[in-house]
């Protein structure tokens, strides 16, 4: 059964900066995209970032462009998602996905 496994929420003042982890199998990351998510209360769940499989080219929401930084380390089976600069507007349950399958998700909350 394929698994994606998030961690590395958690609480930050505004300003600081968070890295999220999904560990996905290696099969996964070799044929397929990971994206990262998130869900806010009370909204639907919008796509944050994504890293292809093929050549590692990338995409950032408006939202997220400039503060968020998507990366993969193909050795350990992992993709990142570092924010910096974080925002309250960024609380939400952040869940990585790839081949269909969704994590968890990690709850990042941003407050003073």
């Known amino acids: 059964q394929v698994q994606l496994v998030e961690s590395g929420g958690g609480s930050v003042q505004p300003g600081g900066s968070l890295r999220l982890s999904c560990a996905a199998p290696e099969f996964v990351l070799d044929y397929y995209a990971i994206g990262w998510f998130r869900q806010a209360p009370g909204k639907e769940r919008e796509g944050v970032s994504c890293i292809s499989s093929s050549d590692g080219s990338t995409y950032y929401a408006d939202s997220v462009k400039g503060r968020f930084t998507i990366s993969r380390d193909i050795a350990k089976n992992t993709v990142y998602l570092q924010m910096n600069s974080l925002k309250p507007e960024d609380t939400a349950v952040y869940y990585c996905?790839?081949?269909?399958?969704w994590g968890q998700g990690t709850q990042v909350t941003v407050s003073s």
């Open positions: 996905e790839g081949l269909g399958v």
